[in-house]
């Protein structure tokens, strides 16, 4: 679209998710050097000209981008503009969701109107004390910017984790203003047998797993690859919680391959359900895909999806005044 296309469109407010392959952590990190960049500074580059600015704007990306050249440029523009804005790293855990999906997000609006809340030149993490919601609110002391990073020192005590891990999951599970799993489940049970982990994956990924029960308060990032990719994907549930985890992956490596399965089976590990994570994703009860979505199609969508109640929440912060 030209600058011609863009003022006749006279649009208020611009909400955007640049493509995130320029900027996770596991990627290339080519920046504003990767072709896919290419559309989002096409919108830099004309918001300037625009003769009717948008009053506000959202932005939508994965950690990493808060320190790319893109973001330097995103920033460059907007005080050009004379743009109002404030930066945040946030994840669901903070509105008591127990789900860690943590993303950069940027809010701005244009003058002369100013934000409900005190801004900071810094990055926010998590919302601002004052507009979060009573009931959902966690404190700010969560360790939200490493919630998903693996840290790499200390013993290891069962499966593939070290003893600052397991503390670090008890105290997720210890946070009470956020709620349990078991408040996003499908209580309907039937066909769940499709969900369960095949033998072959628990066999190869059993000590890799993030293996979580009903009654945690945690869940890893879900990504487009869950229920194809077992490693970093997102946690799967224990169903039979009568079994203690502990108990189950103790010398579990010096048993022979049959033991080890008839073991790990008695945990019952599914993967969680389309639906469940639709559920923790924020999206409402009505929601349904159509009927010739697969499965894995389903969960490739969600992965690529946001977090409905984090992104409504900014949308408020953005508007209020």
């Known amino acids: 679209m030209t600058l011609q296309d863009f003022d006749k469109l006279n649009f208020d407010v611009i909400l955007m998710s640049p493509p995130c392959q320029p900027f996770t952590r596991i990627g290339l990190q080519g920046d504003v050097a990767d072709p896919r960049t290419k559309s989002f500074l096409y919108i830099l580059e004309l918001l300037p000209r625009l003769s009717k600015r948008p ?14 050249a893109a973001r ?6 907007l005080r050009e503009c004379d743009y109002s804005f404030q930066e945040f790293l946030i994840s669901p855990t903070s509105l008591g969701i127990p789900n860690s999906r943590l993303r950069y997000f940027l809010i701005a609006k244009r003058p002369p109107g100013s934000f409900s809340f005190q801004t900071s030149a ?5 919302f601002p004390m004052s507009e979060s919601p009573d009931s959902l609110t966690v ?15 200390g013993t290891i ?15 997720q599970d210890s946070q009470e203003t956020v709620r349990r799993l078991q408040d996003f489940l499908q209580e309907d049970e039937q ?14 990924y059993a000590l890799l797993m993030d293996v979580v029960q009903p009654s945690f308060r945690r869940s890893v990032c879900f990504t487009k690859g869950y229920g194809h990719y077992v490693e970093g994907t997102g946690s799967v549930l224990q169903s039979c919680v009568d079994v203690e985890l502990e ?3 103790k010398n579990l490596e010096q048993l022979s391959e ?3 399965l008839k073991q790990l089976l008695q945990l019952k590990l599914r993967y969680f359900t389309p639906r469940e994570i639709a559920n923790l994703m924020g999206f409402p009860a009505d929601f349904t895909f159509p009927k010739h979505i697969s499965v894995k199609q389903q969960y490739r969508v969600l992965g690529n999806s946001l977090n409905v109640h984090v992104v409504s929440h900014l949308i408020r912060l953005m508007i209020s005044k």
């Open 55 to 68: 009053c506000f704007i959202l932005l939508e990306n994965v950690k990493g981008f808060e320190t790319s």
């Open 72 to 77: 330097d440029a995103l920033l460059k523009t």
């Open 122 to 126: 810094e990055i926010m993490e998590g």
């Open 139 to 153: 404190p700010h002391n969560n360790p939200t910017s490493s919630e998903c990073e693996r840290e790499k020192s």
């Open 157 to 171: 005590i069962f499966k593939m984790e070290t003893e600052q891990e397991l503390e670090r999951k008890r105290m």
């Open 191 to 204: 066909d769940m047998d499709q969900y369960l982990l095949p033998p072959k994956t628990l066999l190869r």
């Open 247 to 249: 108990s189950v992956f």
């Open 258 to 260: 049959a033991d080890k």
